[in-house]
Nanobody
Framework: QVQLVESGGGLVQVGESLRLSCAAS????????MGWYRRAPGEQRELVAL???????NYGDSVQGRFTVSRDNTKNTVDLQMNNLRPEDTAIYYC???????????????WGQGTQVTVSS
């Protein structure tokens, strides 16, 4: 099992910045991707950013160039630096990791509890 604890959400004004952090604990030796998804009210969950164990990144189209994902494999943390925030970035942000289990040869997704980000105009 993997436990994820997120921090850093809050209320900001348009154009401001926020940094989200997520710390993984438990059986984490097989973690591959770490990253963030979000769900806005009335919308489906969407990819924000993912980073592989080796540092390859993937961003959602709407955040490309504004958000930066990073991870520290020694601390098992993943951060999301969000700059130039817009009202449409308002959502609950969820930390996500996928863990590889050698015994079954499969990956399992784990999710944090979510942290609210609100961008006010």
């Amino acid at each position: 099992q993997v436990q994820l604890v997120e921090s850093g959400g809050g209320l900001v004004q348009v154009g401001e910045s926020l940094r989200l952090s997520c710390a993984a604990s438990g059986s984490i030796s097989g973690i591959n991707h770490m990253g963030w998804y979000r769900r806005a009210p009335g919308e489906q969950r969407e990819l924000v950013a993912l980073i592989s164990r080796l540092g390859s990144t993937n961003y959602g189209d709407s955040v490309q160039g504004r958000f930066t994902v990073s991870r520290d494999n020694t601390k098992n943390t993943v951060d999301l630096q969000m700059n130039n925030l817009r009202p449409e970035d308002t959502a609950i942000y969820y930390c996500n990791v996928d863990q590889y289990y050698e015994s079954s040869g499969s990956y399992v997704d784990y999710w944090g509890q979510g942290t609210q980000v609100t961008v006010s105009s």
